[in-house]
Nanobody
Framework: VQLQASGGGLVQAGGSLRLSCAASGSIFGLNSMRWYRQAPGKQREMVAVITSGGSTHYADSVKGRFTIYRDNAKNTVYLQMNSLKADDTAVYYC?????????WGQGTLVTVSS
């Protein structure tokens, strides 16, 4: 299974970005998909989760600003990020739970200028 993340970049505070993560390969049994992020000098943290049934969960720091959704036909998960803050600056990673096995995509850098 390969996870290809894209969509990062430089944005001003208050702006928006949409991250994408496409899963390819043998994806039978794909369960939840998640976004994590890791800011410089900090531990990796979970940002948002979406289950195979479409249920979502968000970190408190992004509730009301970020939306995770998935296109099952395209095996792609998205993270719509609005009202971005400087504290959202980090490398964002997508994660897939496939038959209870973890898979990570490469990171995509999001930089929010204040």
């Amino acid at each position: 299974v390969q996870l290809q993340a894209s969509g990062g970049g430089l944005v001003q505070a208050g702006g928006s970005l949409r991250l994408s993560c496409a899963a390819s390969g043998s994806i039978f049994g794909l369960n939840s998909m998640r976004w994590y992020r890791q800011a410089p000098g900090k531990q990796r943290e979970m940002v948002a989760v979406i289950t195979s049934g479409g249920s979502t969960h968000y970190a408190d720091s992004v509730k009301g600003r970020f939306t995770i959704y998935r296109d099952n036909a395209k095996n792609t998960v998205y993270l719509q990020m609005n009202s971005l803050k400087a504290d959202d600056t980090a490398v964002y990673y997508c994660y897939a739970d496939l038959a209870s096995m973890p898979y990570w995509g490469q990171g995509t850098l999001v930089t929010v200028s204040s």
